[in-house]
């Protein structure tokens, strides 16, 4: 570590490494990360053990794995749930770092419900400061052990298998906030169709969150490119950014890039 680093700073450091490292491999080990920062192990396994009380990993024998799945106890036994939350996971979460890095100390931000805007969450840096605005349930909870973010959760009706909050109170509680950077999830994005929920509900609150932004920045897997699903979100155009994945290729993303869309491959 840098000599010009408090003790402070550098458990801070080596905090977010870790958190990157398990976000990139799914696993981390003591022995490994002790040999990376310099420290011993017992040092290592006061960072996990400080990172498991702020929910951002769990322990296991030797080392430590992400705190995933969602183990919400309705969902615990439901193998859809678990499927799509599984689906295309390390791309996921690739992207999910990639726009993390995005996000600046003392900015307000806005999620929209999806397992990719959940990767957002989970790759927010150490003393991220920031305040995040959602109109989702699972969101608010994997931040819940977070001293270093506010969050704001909408009110509205909840739905069913994605823990979203929609209707009229949900987009008037949204139409409050200004914010700095909006990460969007979406079933499909197309160049000439737009941004498509399966949802119209849910379009309807992905609306007003774009409104209320910025910066406005899709994130989605390879699979989502080119597709369309039944409710339009808004045009392509009204988007500055495309976080996806290498699976993309250059056929997919050459239409957004015409658009002068900033498309970020991780």
């Known amino acids: 570590m840098s000599d010009f680093l408090t003790p402070d700073n550098a458990a801070a450091v080596r905090a977010q490494t870790i958190v990157e490292k398990l976000l990139h491999t799914g696993t981390v080990a003591v022995e490994e990360l002790a040999t990376l920062f310099g420290v ?59 726009a993390a890095a995005l996000i600046q100390s003392g900015e307000t931000i806005s999620l929209t419900a999806g397992t990719t805007t959940t990767q957002v969450t989970r790759s927010l840096r150490s003393e991220a400061n920031v305040t995040v605005v959602t109109n989702t ?44 950077k909006v990460f969007i999830g979406v079933n499909g994005i197309d160049a ?44 392509t155009t009204e988007v500055h950014q495309l976080i996806t994945d290498t699976g993309a290729t250059e056929e997919q993303v050459a239409p957004f890039r015409q658009l002068g869309i900033d498309v970020l491959l991780v």
Request: aromatic share 8%; with cysteine.
């Open 40 to 98: 011993s192990v017992v040092t290592v396994r006061r960072d996990l053990m400080e990172l498991e009380q702020q929910g951002r990993l769990r322990r296991t024998h030797g080392g430590a794995v992400p705190r995933e799945p969602l183990l919400y106890e309705p969902f615990r036994y439901n193998s859809s749930f678990h499927d799509q939350i599984d689906r295309n996971l390390a791309e996921k979460r690739r992207i999910g770092l990639a």
């Open 137 to 180: 349930v699972n969101v608010a909870m994997e931040l819940s052990h977070r001293h270093d973010v506010r969050v704001f959760v909408t009110g509205g009706f909840l739905t069913g298998g994605w823990f979203s909050l929609v209707g009229p109170a949900t987009t008037q509680a949204l139409s409050q906030f200004f914010v700095d």
């Open 192 to 235: 000439q169709k737009g941004l498509t929920s399966l949802h119209p509900e849910e379009a309807a609150v992905i609306q007003v969150m774009i409104r209320q932004a910025k910066r406005r920045i899709v994130v989605a897997d390879y699979t989502k490119l080119g597709t369309v699903a039944t409710s339009l979100i808004c045009p």
